[in-house]
């Protein structure tokens, strides 16, 4: 029987690491980017299309599967593994962040978080236990605490109250959890650090969770609209403030090379709708910096996307019908864009696992700044 989590540090660059996460539905190799699948899908990508592209774990967005099909619907019909046809791990968020950003009259208190539907204005409470109970229902691999992220620009104070309701409630997710049954026999459950950009705070949250105790450790709270130089201050430190034996997780990020200096940094997992959303608009990402495909230029231009990418979009058709696909407003566009888009993210994870192991990392991210930078 495979481990129900098993996190292997392979070599370290710096503080750059590879290693592997086995769980019982696969291997997650890290540093390891999953695809967003907020509604039961990476939009515009089939699952079998999404694995080709070297992705070895998917996310799922509570927030919105809970409004809809539903969770316990979800459980009815076996989970959303096999609702969806994804039989490798699956990471479900605890649906903190998208209650406080996108749902209208939401009223905080210690319970949890009251809030209308965005789809129907329908009124529902989410609580650290209901979190749980939700991804369970799920099927979720790797599941998140039920968090508070406060906006960005916070003052300290506020900041504070927010970890600190966070950590109790961060408590309160780890009992529910372990009272999940079968599901806490199989599953992870991962912690969240919070603290907005403040070092000591940051340190508080970190001591709190660690006394809970967690499978794996996120640092939430950032990609929040604080930019990356202010981001990339925050993980100077946040990650040495987290256990070096357990996983760590950058929510919501990023940019690709918001990815290469994180990991520089000491981060192993990441993920982020912008791949995808920027795909199905018109913006490709490559080895030689963004490209918009939308821009006229491009119009009578047979060349590939990326000369440097091997991906079935960039070996098969040429910028000028990608551009005319996606001028025209024809579905194929949007789907070869997040195809290449995708397969870009899992080569430049692939490539630094590569460049930590063989120790030149350093190397590798220069390179790549200096070829990302020429492009834009």
């Not at 990339?232 to 997780?249: E, N, S, T, W």
């Not at 997992?269 to 912008?274: A, E, G, Q, R």
Request: glycine content about 10%; hydrophobic content about 40%.
């Amino acid at each position: 029987m495979p481990p129900r989590f098993a996190f292997t540090l392979h070599a370290t660059d710096g503080a750059a690491r590879t290693g592997e996460i086995a769980m019982q539905r696969g291997v997650i190799r890290t540093p390891a980017f999953m695809p967003v699948g907020t509604a039961a899908t990476v939009k515009a990508m089939r699952p079998a299309e999404v694995r080709a592209t070297g992705a070895d774990i998917i996310l799922g967005n509570t927030y919105h599967l809970m409004l809809r099909p539903g969770a316990e619907r979800m459980a009815r019909l076996g989970g959303l593994h096999k609702f969806m046809g994804w039989d490798r791990p699956i990471l479900t968020d605890s649906g903190g962040y998208q209650v406080m950003s996108l749902s209208a009259l939401t009223k905080q208190s210690e319970e949890g978080v009251s809030f209308a539907s965005h789809l129907d204005g329908s009124r529902h409470m989410l609580t650290p236990e209901r979190s749980m109970e939700i991804q369970r229902l799920l099927g979720s691999d790797i599941v998140m605490v039920f968090d508070e992220c406060p906006p960005n620009g916070v003052d300290r104070e506020r900041a504070q109250a927010s970890m600190e309701r966070s950590m109790r409630w961060a408590r309160r997710s780890r009992d529910a959890f372990d009272s999940g049954g079968e599901h806490a026999t199989r599953a992870a459950l991962f912690g969240i650090q919070q603290g907005s950009l403040d070092r000591g705070l940051r340190a508080a949250s970190a001591d709190a969770l660690m006394e809970i105790g967690f499978d794996g450790y996120a640092v939430g709270g950032l990609a929040v609209g604080e930019g990356q130089a202010a981001m990339f201050g925050v993980l100077d430190y946040a990650p040495d403030q987290l256990p070096a034996d357990k996983p760590r997780y950058l929510m919501g990020v990023g940019k690709p090379d918001d990815l290469v200096g994180a990991v520089e940094r000491g981060i192993d997992m990441f993920d982020c709708v912008l791949p995808t959303r920027s795909g199905r608009n018109g913006q490709a990402f490559t080895w030689a910096g963004p490209v918009n495909i939308r821009n006229a230029k491009h119009a009578e231009d047979e060349s590939p996307l990326d000369p440097a990418c091997d991906c079935p979009v960039c070996t098969g058709w040429s910028r000028a019908y990608l551009h005319h696909l996606v001028r025209s407003g024809e579905m194929l566009g949007a789907m070869l864009m997040t195809q290449h888009n995708l397969h870009f993210y899992q080569a430049l994870m692939a490539g630094m696992r590569s460049a930590i192991a063989e120790g030149r990392f350093a190397a590798f991210a220069a390179t790549f700044r200096t070829n990302y930078a020429a492009g834009r």
